[in-house]
């Protein structure tokens, strides 16, 4: 089962992350955290890997209408945006919406999931400049 919307783009990371924050921000997603996977595991274990942020990205008024329908959704809002290194490419990953209808079976989750996708889509269609062939997976 495919559990991300993904985007590889052919730009360097900072780019990546910077046009990444403008495309969801353009969708209304604000950015409540986010977290330096390398450096954060070079600080801690002294292990070195390529570039990899993990962006928590928020819509409220759709984080509002899933736990309404179910308080215990916090555990699987689309939240996270991942952006790394790929190769000679950078990846930008987000979690389906869907998984949350998938794995809860819940109807009334369906319109925001439905929602959330297609922000989601927009925000990484319009990284499509970024990229090569226009590829997205």
Do not use: W
């Amino acid at each position: 089962m495919r559990y991300d919307r993904t985007v590889h783009l052919d730009t360097d990371f900072t780019t990546a992350v910077a046009r990444t924050r403008d495309a969801l921000a353009a969708q209304g997603f604000g950015i409540l955290t986010e977290i330096d996977v390398t450096a954060t595991l070079k600080a801690k274990l002294g292990h070195d890997m390529e570039d990899y942020v993990i962006l928590g990205a928020c819509n409220p008024p759709l984080a509002r209408r899933a736990l309404d329908a179910d308080r215990s959704i916090g555990l699987l809002l689309p939240c996270n945006v991942v952006v790394r290194r790929d190769g000679d490419r950078t990846a930008v990953q987000a979690l389906d919406p869907g998984t949350m209808v998938t794995l809860t079976g819940l109807d009334a989750l369906r319109p925001v999931a439905e929602e959330a996708t297609a922000r989601l889509d927009a925000a990484l269609a319009a990284l499509a400049p970024l990229t090569g062939a226009g590829e997205t997976d």
